[in-house]
């Protein structure tokens, strides 16, 4: 059974840094496909960022690009997300989620059957 543990969230500062982990069981990253949502209160689920094959693709949303990484410790198989220039639109609860297969759109919660149980973060101005 796969299972995904996020950690990491906390509350910070605007401007501040934050790094999430995702710590993945049953399931491979160097061989399949995990990402990176949020949702904030009265908001849809959203995509954050996006890794494949142990990183070898990669994607972000617009939101985040040049703020977040994306990046993955095989060995631990492990997912982080390195957050940075943290701004309060980022305060949401924030879900790993994995899967064997790939649609084309990893932005979609709908593309994921695994899912974590989230962290909250909360960027306050």
């Known amino acids: 059974q796969v299972q995904l543990v996020e950690s990491g969230g906390g509350s910070v500062q605007a401007g501040g840094s934050l790094r999430l982990s995702c710590a993945a069981s049953?399931?491979?990253?160097?061989?399949?496909?995990m990402a990176w949502f949020r949702q904030a209160p009265g908001k849809e689920r959203e995509g954050v960022a996006y890794?494949?094959?142990?990183?070898?693709?990669?994607a972000y949303a617009d939101s985040v690009k040049g703020r977040f990484i994306i990046s993955q410790e095989n060995a631990k198989n492990t997912l982080y997300l390195q957050m940075n220039s943290l701004k309060p639109e980022d305060t949401a609860t924030y879900y790993c989620?994995?899967?064997?297969?790939?649609?084309?759109?990893?932005?979609?919660?709908?593309?994921?059957?695994?899912w974590g149980q989230g962290t909250q973060v909360t960027v306050s101005s």
């Open positions: 890794s494949a094959a142990g990183g070898s693709s990669i």
């Open positions: 049953a399931f491979t990253h160097s061989t399949n496909y």
């Open positions: 989620a994995a899967d064997f297969r790939y649609n084309g759109h990893w932005y979609n919660p709908k593309s994921w059957n695994y």
